[in-house]
């Protein structure tokens, strides 16, 4: 998979060159590419930002640095379509989630532009349009100071989901979101630490019972923490039996 990403701060994105992502990029696997939106100025200040029009408060990024970026990143697409998926993190954006890192996984050109202040003028993004199949996302109902944070959220997210990325590929089975329910509580040796023990059905070699447990568990914990995912999982995985386990 190839991505891309332009910001004004590309050493915000250093830290894709660390762990499994930045061993994917060793491997060949991601290529990853970040660009200084400022590269793409004309002027002596290389500017990127100018007042808002109608007024208020900060900044509003420029449209022409951003579309020369863009246009600069299509014309490299290793894409033969040419027509990579562009995602602009926005607090205005849908909210990123697991399905939509399962469906980002597949696509073979990810174009991420961070935008910083108060957003790109929405001319840039209107105009990307025409190339790029755009995407306003959001990592969640909250404000960052600018795109780069939830950048690396999501190619780490999406990254980990294309085969070859992480070592064991059953560790994504078993794991939080991957069947609409939070992961189960996990323990290591030693048994018995500082007073507390493990629960004894981790030690009782029974895989069924293990299994039945840990489902248990993903229900009672979702049901506590997140009890809004609770409504898209199919009633018929658990029986009441498995309630009283
Ligand atoms: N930029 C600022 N806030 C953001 C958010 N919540 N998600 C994605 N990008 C952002």
Redesign the pocket.
Known sequence: MRIDVVSIFPEYLAALDLSLIGKARQDGVLDVRVHDLRTFTTDRHRTVDDTPYGGGAGMVMKPEPWALALEAVVAASPTAARRPTLIV???A?AVFNQAMAHELAGLDHLVFAC?RYEGIDERAIDWARGQFDVRP????D???N??EV?VLAMVEAVGRLIPGVVGNPESLVEESHSDGLLEYPVYTKPSSWRGRDIPEVLLSGNHAKIAQWRRVEQFQRTAERRPDLLADVEAATLSPADMKA
């Open positions: 993190p926005s607090p954006g935008g996302v959001s990592l969640g909250y404000v960052l600018g795109g939830a």
